[in-house]
């Protein structure tokens, strides 16, 4: 088992960042209007980019710092920038692998 934290492209180019327990049962939620808020109007496309960590607090430390990037910063991350980029010092970019 393990947490994951992740982003999802929107309808609108928007980026959702979120996390969860169960990646795929998350992305049918975000998918089908059952999940964030900002999912809820704003259609999910599809997912970009998601990172397993093992436990839960790791998973929502990079959700809280990913979602303090600019779009520009989270669209490098999304095109295969490394995470210490943007989070050297902020997290342990270590504890985190990246599985999308």
Do not use: P
């Not at 982003?7 to 990646?23: E, F, K, Q, V």
């Not at 999940?35 to 259609?43: E, I, P, Q, V, W």
């Not at 600019?70 to 270590?94: A, F, H, N, P, Q």
Request: aromatic fraction near 10%; charged fraction near 40%; proline fraction near 0%.
């Amino acid at each position: 088992m393990g947490y994951f934290t992740y982003m999802i492209r929107c309808a609108d180019n928007s980026i959702y960042t979120g996390m969860t327990n169960n990646l795929e049962k998350r992305l049918e939620e975000h998918m089908s209007k059952k999940g964030a808020k900002y999912t809820k109007s704003h259609d999910a496309i599809k997912i970009e980019i998601a990172w397993k960590s093992k436990d839960k607090s790791s998973a929502c430390k990079l959700e809280y710092y990913i979602k303090q990037l600019t779009k520009k910063e989270k669209e490098d991350l999304i095109k295969k920038e490394k995470l210490s980029t943007y989070l050297k010092g902020k997290v342990d970019c270590r504890k985190y692998r990246k599985i999308k």
